[in-house]
């Protein structure tokens, strides 16, 4: 079956650590985002990439990095500049442009 | 720019009643819009979408939505509330075809409770 996995689906993280999340499509999309999704906020964009090696900042990018080193493949890294990183990650992919968006289930990361 | 608006944070019905989730946009294109349902824990799903053509939407789940250009508007309605229905929904829009107006712009969401 084709769609989205996303792991870890839980992740716990000392403060001053990196951590990176995992986010992998085989639905042979273009295009994958990073969104970032806290209570009341609805989803609010990190990153995307439109084609392989190459990559936006979205909307709330600090603190953050991603790769796309392969089409299949979005992993998106935490770091310790982050200052508030407890939240729950979704990825997407879509065909490209302004189609749907697929989402996976998510990753809920939480500092200690 | 773009931005969506969602009417109630949370709204309460009983089963069977009619549920309606309210959104309101703004984009300086014609617009994109889309409706998701998110379960606790798990990612979104979509329920349906607007592009062109027909302004009357059906997704799954026996739910609709409504575009009207006039009022800025995109309404999720079902006639009759099932408990299954109780989750999280997310009103987006996406203007246009280039750049940073090909991305969605989610509203805060609405969690809908189903009471028996």
């Known amino acids: 079956d084709g769609g989205i996995t996303q792991s870890p689906k839980y992740l716990f993280r000392k403060e001053g650590q990196n951590v990176t999340l995992s986010c992998e499509q085989n639905l042979n999309h273009d295009a994958m985002y990073w969104y970032r999704q806290d209570p009341g906020q609805g989803l609010r964009l990190i990153y995307y990439s439109q084609i392989v090696n190459d990559f936006q900042k979205g909307d709330i990018a600090e603190g953050y990095s991603v790769s796309r080193e392969k089409k299949e493949s979005f992993p998106l890294t935490v770091t310790s500049a982050q200052k508030n990183p407890t939240a729950f990650y979704l990825c997407?992919?879509?065909?490209?442009?302004?189609?749907?968006?697929?989402f996976g289930p998510g990753t809920r990361l939480t500092v200690l | 720019a773009q931005s969506v608006t969602q009417l109630g944070s949370h709204v309460s019905v009983s089963e069977g009643a009619l549920v309606l989730l309210r959104c309101n946009y703004s984009s300086s294109v014609p617009p994109y819009l889309f409706w998701y349902v998110q379960y606790p824990n798990q990612g979104l799903q979509l329920l349906l979408k607007y592009t062109t053509g027909a302004t009357l939407v059906k997704g799954i789940n026996g739910f609709e939505a409504e575009f009207k250009k006039s009022e800025t508007s995109f309404h999720l309605t079902k006639p009759s509330a099932h408990m299954s229905d109780a989750a999280e929904y997310f009103c987006a829009v996406s203007g246009g075809s280039s750049g940073s107006a090909r991305q969605l712009t989610f509203g805060s969401g609405t969690q809908l409770t189903v009471l028996p």
């Open positions: 997407a992919s879509s065909v490209g442009g302004p189609d749907t968006q697929y």
